[in-house]
């Protein structure tokens, strides 16, 4: 089934603690975005990857880090989470990242940092 | 700036009526439009996309949207809801022409919709 994961669907964590979620997808995209998602404000771009080895930032990008070793893997790096991170993660991909494609979404990482 | 407004946080249709769920953007140029649902505790799934054609766009679980240029809408709609309809819809806009060459969505803040029996 294609599909696009993440790990842990669930995470309450303590200020300061570094934390990965890792995102996998089992579709060959080249295209792999995250997005937080606060009630009222939608769903904003984190970090985006056009391929491997290519990463760049999106809207809000300050406290987080990624990485793009291998085409199925995008995870998301909190190296020092705050409480203002608390939010519901999605990672997201497509098949090239261009402007007609569909996104698919991952089920969705509810961390909580208190 | 690119953006995307629902104008409203929640809507309430009684189950068997139409519903229709409001999308307004502002991007420069042609846009690509999206619809995507949230059901509760689930991560977000693609309903439909217009990207060029036809105004009326067909897509999953019965739902269309029309492509209104002049009014610069997009809005979802469902000739008959069911109470299974009740969720979260976004409504996401991509710029075709962006200046760094991110194709990123640009989303609505969300409608909650709920369908009453």
């Known amino acids: 089934e294609a599909q696009v994961t993440q790990n842990p669907r669930y995470l309450i964590t303590v200020t300061g603690k570094k934390l990965t979620v890792t995102c996998s997808q089992n579709m060959n995209h080249e295209y792999m975005s995250w997005y937080r998602q606060d009630p009222g404000l939608g769903l904003r771009q984190i970090y985006y990857?056009?391929?491997?080895?290519?990463?760049d930032k999106g809207d809000v990008p300050e406290g987080y880090k990624v990485s793009r070793k291998e085409k199925r893997n995008f995870p998301l790096i909190l190296e020092s989470p705050s409480p203002n991170q608390t939010s519901l993660y999605f990672c997201a991909s497509s098949l090239v990242g261009g402007p007609a494609d569909t996104q698919y979404f991952g089920p969705g990482t509810r961390l909580t940092v208190l | 700036a690119q953006s995307v407004a629902q104008p409203e946080d929640q809507v309430n249709v009684a189950e068997g009526n139409p519903l229709t769920v409001k999308c307004t953007y502002s991007v420069s140029g042609n846009p690509y439009l999206f619809w995507y649902v949230q059901y509760p505790n689930r991560g977000l799934q693609f309903l439909l996309k217009y990207i060029t054609g036809d105004n009326l766009v067909k897509g999953s679980y019965g739902f269309e949207a029309e492509f209104n240029k002049s009014q610069t809408s997009f809005h979802l709609k469902k000739p008959s809801a069911l109470v299974s309809d009740s969720a979260l819809y976004f409504c996401?806009?991509?710029?075709?022409?962006?200046?760094?060459?991110?194709?990123?969505?640009?989303w609505g803040a969300g409608t909650k919709l709920i369908i009453k029996p």
């Open positions: 990857s056009m391929n491997v080895e290519v990463t």
């Open positions: 996401a806009v991509r710029d075709p022409m962006p200046m760094d060459s991110n194709y990123q969505l640009i």
